[in-house]
């Protein structure tokens, strides 16, 4: 079949809204055996909606193991643990923490986060904080992400 055609999709960079979130999310979950391994919204904020449609997507689509989810604010963090419960397929996930104040990644998200990988998913990669200078707090986060991927990279 010519129409499987693409496995990596990279809109990094992209001036999107959630509207792209939903259409891409709805596209996968329409599609659930297309063969796109890879998904890339870095740089991109999809805001709560098109967050919740396209891990609804990724979460259907069993082929997408690595998924760049772009720029997360601390309710997007929540929402991304708890859809995440229902993955089974996905290995890696790459996220920021948004720079907008009043939307920072509070315990209630990380805690969220960690809960999840503890219990759930088969994640053995999750990336946070790329070049970005840690406080203790985000090292800390990021010591106990890694315990609990490290754990599945090794079953």
């Not at 995440?84 to 397929?89: A, G, P, R, T, V």
Request: aromatic share 8%; charged share 30%.
């Amino acid at each position: 079949d010519t129409g499987f055609n693409i496995s990596f999709l990279n809109l990094k960079n992209n001036n999107f809204t959630s509207k792209a979130g939903e259409y891409i999310g709805e596209a996968l979950a329409n599609n659930p055996e297309y063969p796109l391994g890879k998904l890339v919204f870095g740089g991109v904020c999809l805001e709560d909606r098109g967050l919740v449609r396209l891990i609804e997507g990724v979460n259907a689509n069993k082929n997408i193991v690595e998924l760049n989810i772009g720029i997360i604010t601390d309710e997007g963090l929540c929402l991304l643990a708890d859809l995440l419960k229902e993955n089974d397929s996905l290995q890696e996930i790459t996220m920021v923490q948004t720079e907008d104040p009043q939307k920072l990644w509070t315990n209630r998200g990380r805690s969220a986060l960690t809960s999840t990988l503890r219990k759930h998913t088969k994640l053995t990669k999750v990336r946070m904080f790329k070049d970005k200078k840690l406080s203790d707090e985000d090292k800390l986060f990021q010591d106990e992400v890694n315990f609990y991927t490290d754990m599945k990279h090794h079953q």
